[in-house]
């Protein structure tokens, strides 16, 4: 048998969902990086720093202490109530950490949790894009219909009311957020999430509120969905240690919400991982508990990067928005008349460069890359030389 008919015999033992949904378009450009000499990577959304030896000790000696059990399906009492004290402290938000905070495998976990627990099948989620790629295809797993809400450059990427209230239907459940945001970097304002609360208030909505980069917040602080009068009955928050704390690779997140929500997800939990790793748990305690240091360093120095990298798009000849947060710049690249996935794959071709093109991230995302900031100065000072040499031959400068 054939490559192509075994293919086409096993697409009909998967079922439709699966079949139907396509692989991330942002492994596809780091993939193809990864094969080539060279190549400076802009593409894969993490910190260039290494996880602080204190945590990487800490999981250690619980190794050498023999705790290497299972934890409580919703994570170490002692960690839910790090998580809790510090998202008072920090952002003025109180969870019961007995039954209101869950600890996921990474905050992609969590994401997953939030929509399985609330959507039915043929349920509206209205997703404000650009935005993680995993959104959409999560919520077509569950039966539900993601419905894309723009956001344009010319407002910074901030989602306006108006286009939310345009797409509100009897079967709009639930509306997905993530500010600081992935990929272009913005941030809400006070008045505009106020608006935007209201809505969602009057509309009688949940919002699942994805604030991965929330300490990653460079001109203004963070504004939290459920600080806001009314919100917090009706929001499940996620976030998690992968960007603030630079443990990627050590897949430890959280979830917090009312506890009806936080116990619906945590009976999904329980029979999908049962509990995050045990020995990311003890380096999760000690990175809340002792790594406020690092971050810092890291949060200075991103936003020292950020701006140094826009400035030099700009004079490289594509427009680009100041980013308020997380660690990327989104640039269009209209003035070259590519498309998004022709620029990002001549760049990597031409000048060894690797960014992801913006179509991945929905609507909007069209006519821009995403390019990670979150690398050396060098490597940053090293593509825009690459850049300019790029774009000469196309918009002439």
Not at 75 to 99: C, H, M, Q, V, W
Not at 164 to 181: D, E
Not at 278 to 306: C, K, V
């Amino acid at each position: 048998m054939s490559m192509v008919n075994q293919t086409q015999v096993h697409e009909t033992r998967l079922s439709d969902a699966v079949n139907r949904i396509a692989p991330s378009g942002i492994r596809r450009f780091f993939d193809l990086a990864t094969s080539m000499d060279n190549v400076i990577s802009l593409g894969v959304g993490e910190p260039d720093y290494t996880t602080p030896w204190n945590v990487r000790e800490a999981s250690i000696h619980s190794l050498e202490r023999g705790l290497t059990a299972y934890t409580a399906n919703a994570g170490l009492i002692e960690l839910r109530r790090a998580i809790s004290t510090y998202l008072t402290k920090r952002f003025a938000i109180d969870y019961n950490p007995d039954n209101e905070v869950v600890v996921t495998v990474g905050a992609s976990e969590g994401i997953d949790l939030a929509i399985r627990a609330i959507v039915n099948p043929g349920d509206e989620v209205l997703i404000v894009e650009p935005c993680f790629v995993s959104y959409a295809p999560i919520v077509s797993l569950t039966g539900g219909v993601p419905v894309p809400v723009p956001t344009e450059i010319s407002n910074d990427f901030m989602v306006e009311p108006e286009e939310i209230v345009k797409r509100i239907t009897p079967k709009t459940k639930a509306i997905m957020l993530s500010y600081p945001n992935n990929p272009t970097g913005a941030v809400m304002s006070r008045k505009k999430m106020a608006e935007v609360a209201d809505l969602v208030i009057e509309h009688d909505l949940t919002v699942i509120s994805d604030e991965i980069y929330a300490e990653l917040s460079y001109d203004d602080e963070h504004v939290s969905v459920p600080t806001f009068p009314g919100m917090w009955e009706r929001t499940i928050l996620i976030s998690g240690f992968s960007k603030s704390f630079a443990m990627t690779g050590w897949r430890i997140g959280y979830l917090c919400a009312p506890e009806p929500y936080a116990s619906a997800m945590l009976k999904i939990h329980q029979y999908a991982m049962m509990c995050a790793s045990t020995m990311a748990q003890y380096a999760a305690l000690e990175a809340l508990e002792n790594g406020q240091e690092m971050m810092d360093e890291m949060i200075t120095s991103y936003r020292q990067r950020r701006n140094y990298f826009v400035k030099s798009l700009r004079e490289a000849g594509l427009s680009c928005h100041t980013p308020g947060g997380a660690f990327y710049a989104f640039p269009s690249i209209k003035e070259t008349g590519l498309t998004s996935e022709e620029f990002a794959e001549a760049f990597l071709m031409e000048e060894r460069v690797a960014v992801v093109p913006g179509h991945v991230f929905g609507v909007g995302g069209e006519g821009h890359v995403r390019c990670s900031y979150a690398a050396s100065m060098s490597q940053l000072e090293e593509v825009v030389e690459r850049l300019k040499r790029f774009n000469a031959a196309r918009i002439g400068r």
